[in-house]
């Protein structure tokens, strides 16, 4: 399967995005520089960066996503459980516990949410 991938920086100026599209490309300019620290240049990298791989799209100067949050998040998810446990959610679950206690209300809640899962 092909994972869509954003490194960390790319992922932290998506947010911007999905928080804001559709944006004027100058007030994105703007709201990198105010909470990531970048300069005017780097923002427009990403920009074309991100519209080479699909992710947003620029007209006219106006910001707007191709790729949802929740869709590049999922990606992301799948291919960190892939890779580091070899696809399998129960090993995912086990570590991620590992010697941590969950109340019943979180037990029965997780087993509600498999439940609806289950095909």
């Known amino acids: 399967m092909d994972y869509l ?3 960390d920086s790319d ?21 990198s520089q105010n909470i990531l620290g970048w300069k005017k240049s780097t923002t427009y990298t990403v920009i074309k960066k991100l519209c080479e791989k699909g992710y947003i799209v620029s007209e006219n100067a106006v910001i707007s996503v191709l790729i949802s949050k929740e869709k590049a ?14 696809g399998s ?11 941590k206690k969950i109340t019943d209300k979180e037990a029965e809640s ?7 899962y289950r095909g």
């Open 5 to 7: 991938k954003l490194c």
């Open 11 to 31: 992922y932290r100026f998506m947010m911007i995005v999905w928080e804001n599209a559709p944006i004027k490309s100058g007030e994105l300019v703007k709201l």
């Open 73 to 86: 998040q999922r990606d992301e998810t799948e291919y960190f459980v892939e890779r580091t446990f070899g």
């Open 89 to 99: 959610l129960s090993h995912l679950v086990a570590t991620f516990l590992g010697e």
């Open 110 to 116: 997780i087993k509600k949410l498999l439940d609806e």
